[in-house]
């Protein structure tokens, strides 16, 4: 088979690590990456390895430090060892060269192509990032990267976009969710490539491939009952045993009904996510244990689109999605990971330079939408990113700070804070007796 014909498969995973930094993923992630032997019968007689990995993480490290923009330390020890088991569970002793990695408090994101197939012909790579928490700081937003493919399908090759995002907690803030995700649309902005006419920065909707995941946050809100006003968690717990009660309890997934609604994920897809278990939330050290403290949900979500997608249909893709689970044995976070296989179709061949058609004439395909939809970006992108960067960096230092001086504990650090001050301002103004007289 040509290698422009060539089908790429690439795999994404998501995981809040629940705020543990260094100790976030086991030593041996082959639970993770493993599914790229178990699709393999899939696809050809032999095995084949992803093309592309895209690894995503939320709530990375402990919120002050990554307030504090602490993080490089963290993600670059996660890039070594990402890409390191990568390479030790791939069928044919594939390596894989890092694309691109971006951090934002504590949403992350890295990228990895595989140096035989799509490396050699990475270009344009552009990383970003965006705040949706209070007055636009990073503590819930998303992180981006986007990268060209060249000679893909056309000279001008084709556009990929990921991002991974981290949204609004609590089931009563669908709203928030909402907002945050149009939110994230509007300022999560990339330079126009060079073939664009229009020289104004462009919203991740302006791709061939688009591929969004995270830690949602959508929650399953089931309707209150009749005798005691509420549903308790061990309502949903008892539909989550098999596949077929679990296609029913989706019908109370807020994310799927948002997407009915039109008013979050315009164009993109998803896979049958109610053949796993939710992934939230999880007692620690428990691989299939929820805390009752919250009703279960499908959170971690992976969604995608394509060019060549129709943009009325809300789940046929010409993405096939050989792979959507969780990994239910990792219990050191309140929530499972997920992984999705996604085979890309063929590419289509955009018109050729020299044609009559000058719109298209020598450009990356872009994504289908609804006319009733036209992202466009906020011009006060830059403003509101910066503006929550400056409350980051602030509120981090000082928290880093008290957590310092006070042994690992705000609150030891803020009464360490004032006793200091206090014996300072006392020392200082307590007089200074007079030098006694030489007889």
């Not at 012909?121 to 705040?131: H, I, S």
């Not at 968690?233 to 045993?241: I, T």
Request: charged share 20%; net charge neutral; with cysteine.
């Amino acid at each position: 088979m040509a290698e422009s014909d060539e089908r790429l498969l690439i795999q994404i995973g998501s995981y809040n690590t629940n705020l543990q930094g260094g100790a976030g993923v086991p030593q041996d992630l082959v639970d993770w990456l493993s599914p790229t032997l178990q699709v393999s019968s899939f696809l050809s007689k032999n095995p084949r390895a992803p093309d592309i990995v895209a690894i995503g993480f939320q709530e990375l490290l402990p919120l002050h430090l990554g307030l504090a923009g602490l993080s490089h330390s963290i993600i670059n020890e996660r890039d070594k060892h990402i890409r390191t088991q990568i390479e030790a569970h791939v069928p044919n002793n594939e390596s894989y060269s890092l694309v691109a990695k971006v951090v934002n408090v504590g949403v992350a994101l890295l990228v990895y192509a595989k140096d035989d197939t799509v490396a050699r012909r990475v270009c344009d790579v552009q990383t970003q990032w965006t705040g949706c928490g209070p007055a636009y700081m990073g503590n819930k937003g998303a992180v981006g990267i986007r990268f060209r493919v060249a000679n893909h399908g056309s000279k001008a090759g084709e556009v990929f976009t990921f991002v991974c995002a981290h949204l609004t907690a609590h089931e009563p803030n669908l709203a928030y969710r909402i907002a945050n995700y149009n939110h994230i649309v509007r300022t999560l902005l990339f330079s126009p490539s060079s073939s664009d006419t229009c020289q104004t920065p462009t919203t991740m909707y302006s791709t061939s491939h688009l591929f969004f995941f995270g830690d949602l946050n959508f929650r399953v809100s089931m309707p209150s009952s009749e005798t005691n006003g509420r549903r308790p968690p061990e309502e949903v717990w008892s539909m989550l045993k098999d596949e077929k009660t679990r296609e029913t309890l989706k019908e109370y997934d807020q994310l799927t009904n948002a997407r009915r609604n039109g008013q979050v994920f315009v164009g993109l897809k998803e896979g049958p996510f109610w053949t796993f278990k939710c992934t939230y939330k999880y007692k620690l050290g428990e691989v299939d244990k929820y805390n009752a403290k919250r009703a279960p949900s499908w959170t971690d979500r992976i969604m995608y689109s394509t060019y060549t997608d129709a943009p009325g249909p809300l789940d046929h893709s010409n993405i096939s999605n050989i792979l959507y689970t969780s990994i239910p044995s990792y219990t050191t976070s309140d929530h499972k990971p997920v992984v999705s296989m996604l085979l890309l179709p063929r590419p289509v061949s955009t018109i050729p330079e020299g044609s009559d058609d000058s719109e298209t004439e020598g450009k990356p395909p872009k994504l289908q939408l609804p006319f009733t939809y036209n992202p466009t970006p906020d011009p006060l992108a830059t403003f509101k990113r910066y503006i929550g960067r400056t409350l980051d960096r602030l509120i981090g230092y000082i928290w880093v700070f008290l957590t310092t001086i006070g042994a690992g504990s705000v609150v030891f650090g803020i009464f360490n804070f004032f006793c200091g001050y206090a014996a300072w301002n006392w020392w200082w103004k307590t007089p200074t007796p007079p030098p006694a007289e030489v007889a």
